[in-house]
């Protein structure tokens, strides 16, 4: 496969702060490449440096062949953006700037076919300014795909966005990478990531820690058994880490517990809770999903980086 983006040993501090320490990483022609990882890591300064808006302090971006810094204009027309934080006039019409927009790089699909898409038509003589958050960033991203780009870059595409227009743009970037654009996002969201990305990375502290199809990445972290469950927050759940085979105990906000290991694990679990009348109605058996394997490779002194 020829790659669309390669990015060799990227290097970018702000200041006293390094944003990207190191980070080398391919994008396969025709993909979907998503970058992963906790706030501040990085992720936005790495895809602004691919795509020609920030200099790099060191290293090489590489974009269908040319280098992000000295053909930065050329790459600037062939790379189609929706920024983590952008802005339009306030009185910018919705149609005028899908019509302005268009007429950068002509032959991509017709405006108009964007509007219906992304679920704008009936706001198109509304101005920028009075629109709503969500239907923003659906004009960002309609705005990123009208210039008939060869490479998107989606960073947070789906922030902001109602359950259903989220199910919406699943299928648009699918259909986008389906027609031959190459796609690069980043994003907190790890179902939307497991459902549209071939391949992923995962950045911390300005590092990757890993790469691979999501599947990959869920079974380099043990593939296992999870019982899920909610008890009261108050309470004392250090039984659970004495039961043979159990690995970890993870409580989250909202009293949220998954108890992961191997083996009968779930069975077990579920008879430690009863025997101690605890007997949560939800309680659920699960495999590990992509944001086990994230938190797993993100969290302080996880495993990801007990290697260094
Ligand atoms: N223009 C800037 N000036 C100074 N520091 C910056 C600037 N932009 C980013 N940083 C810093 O660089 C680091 C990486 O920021 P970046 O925006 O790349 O992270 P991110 O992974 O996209 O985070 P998020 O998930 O919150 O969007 C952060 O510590 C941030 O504070
Ligand atoms: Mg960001």
Redesign the pocket.
């Known amino acids: 496969m020829a790659a669309a983006v390669t990015v060799e040993a990227l290097r ?1 501090a ?2 006293a ?4 320490a190191d980070v080398s990483l391919r994008v396969e022609e025709g993909e979907i490449f998503g ?1 992963l ?12 440096c691919v795509q020609g808006l920030r200099r790099a302090d060191a290293g090489r971006v590489d974009v269908f062949g040319l280098d992000a810094v000295h053909d930065a204009a050329h790459v600037r027309r062939i790379v189609g953006s929706q920024l ?1 934080e952008s802005a339009l006039p306030d009185r910018l019409r919705v149609a005028e700037a899908l019509q302005l927009f268009s007429t950068f790089q002509p032959g991509g699909p017709p405006w108009q076919e964007l509007l219906e898409e992304w679920g704008l038509a009936d706001r198109r003589n509304t101005a920028f300014g009075d629109l709503s958050g969500g239907q923003r960033q659906r004009l960002f991203v309609a705005l990123a795909l009208v210039a008939n780009p060869r490479l998107v870059v989606l ?2 595409m789906t922030t902001g966005l109602d359950p259903a227009a989220r199910r919406v743009a699943w299928e648009l970037v699918e259909a986008v990478r389906d027609r031959g654009t190459t796609v690069l996002m ?1 994003t ?1 969201f790890m179902d939307e990531a497991e459902r549209l990305c071939d391949r992923v990375a995962v ?1 911390v502290s ?1 590092r990757i820690v890993a790469r691979g199809t999501p599947a990959e990445l869920v079974a380099g972290v043990g593939g296992r058994h999870v019982a899920r469950f909610t008890a009261p927050t108050a309470t004392d759940l250090g039984f659970l880490r004495a039961i043979p085979d159990v690995d970890e105990v993870r409580t989250g906000a909202g009293g949220d517990v998954a108890v992961t290991g191997s083996g009968p694990v779930v069975a077990r679990v579920g008879h430690a809770l009863v025997s101690r009348g605890l007997e949560p109605e939800d309680l659920r058996a699960d495999g590990s999903t992509l944001e086990d394997a994230y938190l797993a490779l993100t969290e302080p002194g996880g495993r990801a980086r007990e290697g260094g």
Request: no cysteine; aromatic share 4%; hydrophobic share 25%.
């Open positions: 970018k702000y200041g702060k390094v944003a990207v970058l990882g906790p706030n501040g890591s990085g992720k936005t300064t790495t895809v602004e983590q960073d947070e980043v907190h950045l300005g």
